[in-house]
């Protein structure tokens, strides 16, 4: 369980985009003011919010991320079974998932340790986030959102870097078995012409023109790639 508790601080997470997807039922259920406060807040945060009839009471979409919560303003310690029963329904619908419940007290507090073990919950499966106020709730809410949808966000471009390297090292494990050709070279030819089939297309003179390669090795790029006969040909070393 995240029982962090501090004071919202309304925080804007510049260069973010998203969407918020907000429950009809739950919208009806608050109070206008509190639908306004979040109508500013996502503004803020260049999240768009469109009203729709879901499941969970809110669905967040940021950075290629879908984040589900159940957003519980008012805990009634003596109906806490249909929160349960909601939960165990949607933690298996959704694989990120989230509870954010209101505790302002500490009856309410008590009430929810001892309902969330007697209900078998476990930690974590989903992540139930305990906030002091509404305000501080749905700040919590965008923050997670923001916060997956980054880290995603990280992971694709991380994946896109080792693509790029790999890709890379194949160029030069390529460009660099011509005879004569390093590996400043193929970076020359690759900053000049790209890929190693436009290298192959272009005529010893374009390569001459756009690199600082010497006459014979414009020559050899040029025939290596051009003239399967000549690179299939046994070499004598």
Same mark, same amino acid.
Request: charged residues 20%; neutral net charge; aromatic residues 12%.
């Given at each position: *369980?995240?029982?962090?508790?501090?004071?919202?601080?309304?925080?804007?997470?510049?260069?973010?985009?998203?969407?918020?997807? *907000?429950?009809?039922?739950?919208?009806?259920?608050?109070? %206008?003011? /509190?639908?306004?406060?979040?109508?500013?807040?996502?503004?803020?945060?260049? /999240?768009?919010?469109?009203?729709?009839?879901?499941? !969970?009471?809110?669905?967040?979409?940021?950075? #290629?991320?879908?984040?589900? /919560?159940?957003?519980?303003?008012?805990?009634?310690?003596?109906?806490? =079974?249909?929160? /349960?029963?909601?939960?165990?329904?949607?933690?298996? &619908?959704?694989?990120?998932?989230?509870?954010?419940?209101?505790? %302002?007290?500490?009856?309410?507090?008590?009430?929810?340790?001892?309902?969330?073990?007697?209900? #078998? *919950?476990?930690?974590?499966? !989903?992540?139930?986030?305990?906030?002091?106020?509404?305000? *501080?709730?749905?700040?919590?809410?965008?923050?997670?959102?923001?916060?997956?949808?980054?880290?995603?966000? &990280?992971?694709?471009?991380?994946?896109?870097?080792?693509?790029?390297? &790999? #890709?890379?090292?194949?160029? @030069?494990?390529?460009?660099?078995?011509?005879? #004569?050709?390093?590996?400043?070279?193929?970076?020359?030819?690759? &900053?000049?012409?790209?890929?190693?089939?436009?290298?192959?297309? =272009?005529?010893?003179?374009?390569?001459?023109?756009?690199?600082?390669?010497?006459?014979?090795?414009?020559?050899?790029?040029?025939?290596? @790639?051009?003239?399967?006969?000549?690179? @299939?040909? !046994?070499?004598?070393?």
């Amino acid at each position: *369980m995240d029982s962090t508790t501090s004071t919202p601080s309304h925080a804007s997470f510049s260069g973010t985009n998203g969407v918020c997807l *907000m429950r009809n039922g739950w919208k009806g259920d608050q109070h %206008p003011s /509190f639908i306004d406060f979040i109508s500013t807040f996502l503004t803020a945060n260049s /999240f768009r919010l469109n009203f729709v009839p879901i499941a !969970p009471d809110f669905i967040f979409n940021c950075g #290629g991320m879908s984040v589900a /919560f159940i957003f519980v303003t008012n805990w009634d310690c003596n109906n806490v =079974a249909p929160i /349960f029963n909601r939960v165990q329904k949607l933690k298996t &619908q959704f694989s990120h998932f989230y509870v954010v419940i209101t505790l %302002p007290a500490k009856e309410e507090i008590d009430s929810f340790i001892h309902s969330y073990f007697k209900f #078998g *919950m476990v930690i974590g499966k !989903p992540t139930f986030v305990p906030v002091k106020d509404l305000e *501080m709730g749905f700040e919590k809410m965008v923050k997670i959102a923001h916060s997956s949808g980054a880290y995603k966000q &990280q992971r694709i471009e991380e994946k896109l870097k080792a693509e790029l390297v &790999q #890709g890379m090292n194949f160029y @030069l494990k390529v460009v660099t078995s011509i005879p #004569g050709i390093d590996n400043h070279d193929a970076n020359a030819l690759s &900053q000049a012409l790209g890929s190693v089939q436009a290298i192959a297309k =272009a005529s010893k003179e374009q390569i001459l023109e756009n690199t600082d390669l010497s006459t014979d090795k414009a020559e050899m790029v040029s025939r290596f @790639l051009r003239d399967p006969n000549f690179y @299939l040909r !046994p070499k004598i070393n």
